[in-house]
């Protein structure tokens, strides 16, 4: 019997030997794309792993099926006599609200609308999809990053000569490597849901791809997120993960409304941009968050691989700000362009945003404590940023990688000035001249801050980030409050204008509706000059630090500051 | 003269402290070059700085007299360069084979070339016969040969490492001793940063000391021995030491002595090279003194590290 047994193995061990070697033909090339991506595979793919994730996968997608077959189920269902029945799935006339008057097709039956019905189970399908990548893959690529930068075996891979594109790009693929198989198995019951939903291959090739640069920017930002902090990055994974979840669901809720657009279910929400509803446009709507999610990507591609390659820069170039602010501005102004009366107010809106971004620009440019250090230190050394000659001074703080940043967040801000005058003075009113009024607020304010950290950073603490988000916090939270107390409602009270010195300054002209008068614009003048001395006068005080820093050692012994800072 | 690694004003501050400070150093090509000093001297950052792992503060760093911040050269520079720091940090999720093929892959080997390094770099760690296990069951000794292998797998011609041996066995860094013996032979410059001076006597043809950041001593080590070694000649008869003892008074390059009768043993401090010697030993034969032994001893590295007026930690 022995040897008509092996006989019947040898077929299959022949088969399963030739599908090892195409396995392996597969990974070396793989490996010759991107070693990293293979690298990540081969640690995260053992068989185990693959065999339980392959399981709970199918697992999750039979419950899901039967979930959605009983709503079906439950639509269909006729449970009393004569009396109307109203279900989401339904065919059937509408009432005034939008409801959906069930069809009977049988004395047992009602119609169900089954587009739709696949149409839902395609949303959910994709939300829940999404959703993992966002809470789980996020998480495995900050812990994989953490991990890297504590045993100190980045430093190898940054050694080598392969480019820092390919090694990230290898890291965003396979440190996720479960995740992504999961979501691999579960693709075909999207497809066919969303073909049968009426999405059509252009429809779902278009959702597909907002939902690919959707997750990319999320995974970018874990990166970005894990490149910023040193330790404990079991709990910031997941706190990241949730974060991103917390954005992610209002996400979802405008991504549903013109998806249902294809299927006659009423009006969705307005949202214009040059002219174009974007919102009653899908392909449009797709395009734009397709093209902004991208451009985001992109940015902070760059500052990842900047930041890679080296770890004591800048997250991102002045010069790289500057292009991006301009970007930032044309986008925004599209939203305004034509203007109506009849639309959401400007100011606010268009100040908040930029505050924000301002932000953004005040921590991506901030150099380093070290950097800055060394910058104050040795800059007499280097010809380019000779502060003797004061055109090569103004070049090194405008481009400057090791410079400090006032001039460019300055910079920024006039950009966005320039862009929205013509805007504004296209209007000759008020409307104009509150939205330049916003953004100068926002810009002076963030000047303010950015020289208040910066201070803060060149302090001799043991954790000056976290007293510098701190003193930020208790200066932003004080400022509110001392805004609430001075009264902000009455636009005649001239303590109510010293909200300008605020985060939420920038919406403050929104809330005022006599712009006209007289003591609340001299109020508005004088908290302006306020602010604006403010900043200056922190931007002094930090320099001044700055400078006694950058002493030499025997200058220091001679001014007698202590040389351990 | 092109030297493999040459610093001009090399400087790095960690906050306002200077960690090296000013370091101009030369070393040729094919040259062991040992870098000793106390702990905090500045050794590690600046092996660091010579890996590109760390960025100077100020100063110029050139290989093979390419500046190392050139940005045409630098993918060049990077496959020239192999850095071992003193923790030789691992991925434990691999196994040996997987971690080496993972390495050469990103220094750019690939198809039957990379296999061919992978067996060379395993054979010459002798871990072939591990090439299979998973990275976590490898001992400490072990995985720092697997670390010294991921350094060379590219073949650089540069070779950094920072105290290789630290928590080592003896046998262990024996092995390693003869590996870096192998990898000098093949033409590799190698700077060593130790604190084990007697494998650094044995291994280098140069030393440099460094303190305080800065490198206070830098030359060869026959020029080092020259300098401030003492020779001993240590002498033992089977008796008439007494008349011995009168030869060397009547010598001007015996300088001093100690006699330990009961071994019969006198240790002269000799100042003279070794043709003085052979002349001494043919007196001592022409005076029938019954010589059984008779050898010429220096000061260890660090006797002379000491006598430098440093101090050596370890």
């Known amino acids: 019997m022995k040897p008509h047994t092996s006989l019947r193995s040898y077929p299959w061990k022949q088969a399963q030997k030739t599908l090892q070697i195409m396995g392996d033909r597969w990974l070396d090339r793989l ?54 029945v109203y279900r989401f799935y339904c065919t059937g006339l509408r009432d005034g609200v939008e409801r959906v008057l069930c069809e009977r097709i049988s004395a047992t039956a009602f119609a169900v ?380 009270n001239f303590w109510g204008w010293f909200w300008l010195m605020t985060p939420l300054a920038s919406l403050l002209p929104s809330l005022i509706s006599e712009v006209g008068n007289p003591i609340a614009l001299g109020a508005a003048g004088l908290a302006f000059a306020i602010n604006g001395l403010a900043a200056i006068a922190m931007f002094c005080v930090a320099m001044n630090q700055l400078d006694r820093l950058g002493l030499s050692e025997s200058a220091a012994l001679m001014r007698g500051d202590r040389l351990e800072p | 003269m092109d030297w493999a690694i040459e610093t001009r004003g090399l400087t790095k501050r960690f906050d306002r402290k200077l960690a090296v400070d000013s370091v101009d150093l030369q070393i040729a090509a094919g040259e062991v070059y040992g870098l000793i000093g106390p702990n905090g001297a500045g050794k590690t950052t600046l092996i660091r700085m010579l890996a590109t792992v760390e960025k100077p503060t100020i100063g110029e760093i050139f290989i093979d007299g390419i500046p190392i911040d050139h940005c045409d050269h630098r993918a060049t520079l990077k496959q020239r360069i192999g850095f071992l720091p003193d923790d030789f940090p691992v991925y434990d999720d691999l196994n040996v084979w997987d971690y080496l093929d993972y390495f050469g892959r990103l220094y750019g080997l690939r198809g039957t070339r990379l296999r061919e390094r992978l067996y060379d770099v395993l054979d010459l760690v002798q871990l072939l016969p591990k090439r299979d296990s998973p990275i976590a069951t490898l001992s400490r000794g072990m995985k720092q040969r697997l670390s010294l292998a991921r350094t060379i797998i590219h073949e650089p011609i540069l070779l950094l490492l920072d105290e290789p041996v630290s928590g080592l066995d003896p046998i262990a860094r024996l092995e390693f001793r003869n590996l870096i013996r192998i990898l000098q032979s093949a033409g590799m410059t190698v700077l060593i940063s130790s604190h084990v001076l007697s494998d650094l006597a044995e291994l280098c043809s140069a030393i440099g000391v460094m303190e305080l950041g800065q490198l206070v001593a830098s030359a060869p080590l026959d020029q080092l021995y020259a300098q401030f070694s003492r020779q001993t000649l240590v002498i033992t008869a089977l008796d008439r030491l007494d008349e011995l003892q009168a030869i060397l008074r009547t010598d001007r390059r015996a300088i001093a002595w100690e006699c330990n009768s009961a071994d019969g043993q006198i240790k002269v401090e000799f100042q003279g090279d070794e043709t003085d010697c052979s002349d001494l030993l043919n007196e001592l034969i022409r005076a029938q003194i019954p010589v059984v032994e008779f050898r010429r001893d220096r000061e260890s590295l660090e006797q002379i590290f000491l006598k430098m007026g440093h101090q050596q930690a370890s």
Not at chain 1, 64 to 70: G, L, R, S
Not at chain 1, 255 to 262: E, G, T
Not at chain 1, 347 to 374: I, N, Y
Not at chain 1, 378 to 407: I, M, T
């Open chain 1, 113 to 492: 609308n089954w587009p739709l019905w696949w149409l839902d189970l395609f949303f959910g399908l994709s939300a829940i999809l999404l959703g993992l990548l966002v809470l789980v893959g996020t998480q495995a690529l900050i812990n994989n990053w953490a991990q890297e930068s504590k045993q100190g075996t980045l430093a190898f891979i940054r050694m080598t000569p392969e480019s820092s594109d390919r090694i990230l790009l290898g890291k965003l693929l396979g440190a996720p490597a479960l995740i992504h198989w999961a979501v691999l198995l579960a693709l075909p019951l999207h497809t066919l849901a969303g073909l049968q939903g009426g999405l059509g291959l252009g429809g779902l090739l278009l959702v597909d791809g907002v939902a690919v640069a959707l997750i990319t920017t999320f995974y970018l930002l874990a990166l970005f997120y894990a490149s910023t902090i040193q330790s404990k990055q079991g709990v910031s994974g997941w706190a990241f993960g949730l974060l991103g979840l917390f954005f992610y669901f209002p996400v979802l809720g405008v991504a549903r409304a013109p998806m249902f657009l294809v299927l006659p279910l009423g009006s969705a929400p307005q949202l214009n941009w040059f002219g174009q509803n974007v919102i009653a446009q899908p392909e449009l709507l797709a395009g734009m968050a397709i093209a902004v999610l991208s451009s985001l990507s992109i940015a902070l591609w760059q500052s990842l691989t900047r930041r890679f390659d080296q770890p004591d820069s800048t997250f991102s170039t002045k010069a790289q700000s500057y292009w991006l602010t301009l970007g930032f501005n044309l986008f925004a102004i599209g939203f305004f362009v034509p203007w109506r009366q009849d639309q959401i107010h400007p100011w606010g809106v268009v100040g908040l945003a930029w505050g924000m971004v301002m932000t953004v620009w005040m921590a991506l440019l901030l150099p380093p404590r070290q950097t800055l250090l060394d910058w104050a230190r040795y800059r007499h050394l280097h010809k380019s940023q000779d502060v003797r000659s004061g055109r090569s001074a103004l070049k090194d703080w405008l481009w400057g990688d090791n410079s400090p940043s006032f001039l460019a967040l300055l910079v920024n801000g006039a950009i966005t000035i320039a862009l929205w005058l013509p805007w504004a003075l296209a209007f000759h009113g008020p409307t104009g001249v509150l939205v330049l009024l916003s953004i100068g607020c926002a810009t002076l304010l963030m000047l303010l801050y950015a020289a208040l950290v910066q201070w803060v950073l060149l302090w001799n603490v043991r954790q000056p980030i976290a007293w510098a988000v701190g003193l930020l916090g208790i200066v932003m939270i004080g400022s509110i409050a001392l805004g609430v107390g001075l009264g902000l409602q009455d636009s005649a």
């Open chain 1, 31 to 84: 490996g010759n794309w991107n070693p990293q991506l293979l690298r990540e595979i081969k640690g995260n793919c053992t068989q185990r792993n693959l065999i339980l994730v392959s399981l709970a996968a199918i697992a999750t997608q039979v419950i899901f099926w039967i979930f959605w077959q009983n709503i079906a189920a439950e639509t269909a269902t006729v449970r009393s006599g004569s009396e109307p």
